[in-house]
């Protein structure tokens, strides 16, 4: 299977504008990206994906770059327009805001899809702050490892342990946090995109949801990656400080 890597980056976001070229430690946000996803050994090529003509410069002395329409309402609506352009069996949608991700996880992700139309990821919840959290995403699965649900709720409600503190709620299930990586094969992700936004999907505002209610199977590997992003100013020197603490232990 051709699996190819894509790397949606845009300039215009409205809680950190130009992020993907903000300095981390001394290099470009999407460098860091760029470069940990090229350790990936299922990846046979990786693409940045834009609109932007300032993170197409910086993505090309690294990496292909594919140019897209600055109108797509999503990341994933602008990887399917690369796809199409694009001699593949499928495709791992990587995520341009997590400078240490792990390619452990993105081979993982491009492997389940040999048994599956479409593939995520998902590690134990342990920070009892994520529990309750909106913007970290919970997801349940089946016995097969294939997703039942996603949701900003904390999933499943655990009725005789709802009363006591959050430590031990995580104690007594294991709850899966839902890492925003995934990967389809090429005739998925396609026509995921024809499909117009979903009764769910508008509710809980995850894109995963619209699969779900059409009865497209997700597979979810289980990975330890607990997942780093850089949503606002504020997260950098969180990623500095991680990025130091690796280079010092190693």
Same mark, same amino acid.
């Given at each position: 299977? !051709?699996?190819?890597?894509?790397?949606?980056?845009?300039?215009?976001?409205?809680? *950190?504008?130009?992020?993907?070229?903000? $300095?981390?430690?001394?290099?470009?946000?999407?460098?860091?990206?760029?470069?940990?996803?090229?350790?990936?050994?299922?990846?046979?090529?990786?693409?940045?994906?834009?609109?932007?003509?300032?993170?197409?410069?910086?993505?090309?002395?690294?990496? !292909?770059?594919?140019?897209?329409?600055?109108?797509?309402?999503?990341?994933?609506?602008?990887?399917?327009?690369?796809?199409? !352009?694009?001699?593949?069996?499928?495709?791992?949608?990587?995520?341009?805001?997590?400078?240490?991700?792990?390619?452990?996880?993105?081979?993982?992700?491009?492997?389940?899809?040999?048994?599956?139309?479409?593939?995520?990821?998902?590690?134990? $919840?342990?920070?009892?702050?994520?529990?309750?959290?909106?913007?970290?995403?919970?997801?349940?699965?089946?016995?097969?490892?294939?997703?039942?649900? *996603?949701?900003?709720?904390?999933?499943?409600?655990?009725?005789?342990?709802?009363?006591?503190?959050?430590?031990?709620?995580?104690?007594?299930?294991?709850?899966?946090?839902? $890492?925003?990586?995934?990967?389809?094969?090429?005739?998925?992700?396609?026509?995921?995109?024809?499909?117009?936004?979903?009764?769910?999907?508008?509710?809980?505002?995850?894109?995963?949801?619209?699969?779900?209610?059409?009865?497209?199977?997700?597979?979810?590997?289980?990975?330890?990656?607990?997942?780093?992003?850089?949503?606002?100013?504020?997260?950098?020197?969180?990623?500095? !400080?991680?990025?130091?603490?690796?280079?010092?232990?190693?």
């Amino acid at each position: 299977m !051709r699996v190819v890597g894509v790397i949606p980056a845009r300039y215009g976001s409205s809680r *950190f504008p130009g992020k993907p070229l903000a $300095l981390i430690a001394g290099k470009p946000l999407l460098q860091h990206v760029i470069q940990r996803c090229q350790l990936a050994k299922a990846l046979h090529e990786l693409i940045v994906a834009t609109d932007d003509e300032q993170i197409a410069k910086l993505a090309a002395r690294f990496c !292909r770059v594919e140019m897209t329409s600055p109108t797509h309402p999503s990341g994933t609506d602008r990887i399917a327009e690369v796809v199409q !352009r694009l001699d593949c069996d499928a495709v791992v949608n990587v995520q341009g805001d997590e400078p240490l991700m792990d390619p452990g996880v993105i081979d993982a992700v491009a492997a389940a899809l040999a048994q599956a139309p479409m593939s995520t990821a998902a590690t134990r $919840l342990q920070d009892p702050a994520e529990y309750d959290n909106p913007n970290v995403v919970k997801v349940v699965v089946s016995a097969t490892g294939q997703a039942l649900y *996603f949701s900003r709720r904390p999933i499943p409600y655990l009725r005789e342990a709802a009363t006591r503190p959050v430590v031990e709620q995580l104690a007594a299930f294991p709850f899966l946090k839902h $890492l925003g990586i995934y990967g389809y094969r090429r005739s998925t992700l396609l026509q995921l995109v024809q499909w117009p936004v979903s009764a769910l999907e508008q509710a809980e505002k995850l894109e995963q949801l619209r699969a779900l209610e059409h009865g497209l199977p997700i597979a979810v590997v289980q990975v330890d990656y607990q997942g780093i992003g850089v949503d606002v100013p504020e997260d950098v020197e969180r990623v500095e !400080r991680l990025l130091n603490a690796g280079q010092a232990s190693g």
